[in-house]
């Protein structure tokens, strides 16, 4: 029953009906500039001391002059700077290998939902973190790409718009979909999947451990509602699923409350525990918080992650 309860509760919208799909896909698809917009702008606000890629190694850009050493290769001096001191300076060229981070936002119709009406829904707030990532990742040189898709991973000033492209594009039935799809996707590479993660924990670990047999290094960011967090409903409430759970009438809906949060933590629980085993890791955001704040999070388990740069 409590699993039920989970299901319900965190549903309040009616299931949409293949058009009402399709109207909802070109209406996201309408308002792309004003996404991509909102990406850039929470993008901005880390990039400043976030410096993707900046470390020693083979590559072609100039990062930074140091001192001689004894044992250092003489052909790598900088004979302009050394005459300009007593010293002997090295050029240091910034590493330039990239590395390739798949994307995979929900966009299923659980996430339409919002529990206000100052709030952003699940979806929309899931898919400008996916954009606002994909940009920082970009601008630090990295290649991103969508989970599941057949076009390899990019890098470049359009790399996100085609990101974007493609994830507002998908398909009626891929909207379906609260897990990401099969897809190829190289061994060691990263994965970053943003959803409310509220299906069934053995579908999930079986997401998490298909893609963690190939050594794949992920990361989950769920995406949850206030009301999803709190339960703050009270007295006769009926509850809708948007993804044909049914329908669920309580008449005095804050005597589940502590159950439904109970719940709720257990479920986030098993979350981590799939992760920890997965050598995973987790991130939480609620609509109502800092967008900057989660951003932040997940890149910096990215740049910590020394796997990153193998």
């Known amino acids: 029953?409590?699993?039920?309860i989970l299901k319900e509760l965190t549903r309040e919208r009616a299931p949409l009906a293949p058009e009402g799909i399709k109207a909802a896909a070109a209406?996201?698809?309408?308002?792309?500039?004003?996404?991509?917009?909102?990406?850039?702008?929470?993008a901005a606000?880390?990039?400043?001391?976030?410096?993707?890629?900046?470390?020693?190694g083979p590559g072609e850009v100039f990062w930074q002059y140091r001192s001689y050493s004894p044992g250092d290769e003489l052909r790598r001096?900088?004979?302009?700077?050394?005459?300009?001191?007593?010293r002997l300076y090295l050029r240091q060229l910034e590493w330039s290998a990239s590395q390739s981070v798949y994307l995979w936002c929900d966009l299923s119709p659980s996430m339409d939902y919002a529990s206000r009406g100052d709030l952003p829904a699940k979806g929309e707030r899931a898919l400008v973190l996916t954009l606002a990532l994909a940009a920082v990742l970009v601008r630090a040189g990295e290649r991103v790409g969508l989970l599941g898709h057949a076009e390899r991973p990019r890098t470049g000033r359009h790399a996100v718009e085609q990101l974007a492209e493609r994830l507002l594009l998908m398909s009626p039935a891929a909207r379906q979909e609260s897990l990401p799809p099969q897809g190829?996707?190289?061994?060691?590479?990263?994965?970053?999947?943003?959803?409310?993660?509220?299906?069934?924990?053995?579908?999930?670990?079986?997401v998490i451990g298909r893609l963690a047999h190939r050594g794949v290094h992920g990361h989950l960011l769920q995406v949850l509602d206030p009301a999803e967090m709190a339960m703050p409903f009270k007295g006769r409430v009926r509850f809708l699923g948007?993804?044909?759970?049914?329908?669920?009438?309580?008449?005095?809906?804050?005597?589940?409350?502590?159950?439904?949060?109970t719940r709720l933590a257990q479920h986030q629980a098993g979350i981590r525990d799939l992760a920890r085993h997965a050598r995973w890791s987790v991130s939480e955001h609620v609509t109502d918080g800092s967008a900057a704040g989660a951003l932040l999070q997940v890149y910096q388990w990215l740049a910590a992650d020394r796997r990153l740069r193998r």
């Open 242 to 261: 948007a993804e044909n759970e049914g329908e669920l009438l309580m008449s005095r809906a804050e005597h589940v409350r502590e159950q439904y949060v």
């Open 184 to 206: 190829d996707i190289p061994a060691h590479a990263h994965a970053v999947l943003v959803s409310d993660f509220l299906t069934p924990l053995e579908d999930l670990s079986s």
């Open 77 to 86: 001096l900088d004979w302009r700077a050394s005459a300009k001191s007593d």
């Open 1 to 4: 029953m409590a699993r039920s």
């Open 45 to 56: 606000t880390i990039e400043q001391g976030v410096h993707g890629r900046r470390r020693t």
């Open 27 to 42: 209406d996201t698809a309408a308002r792309l500039p004003a996404l991509l917009l909102a990406a850039e702008r929470i």
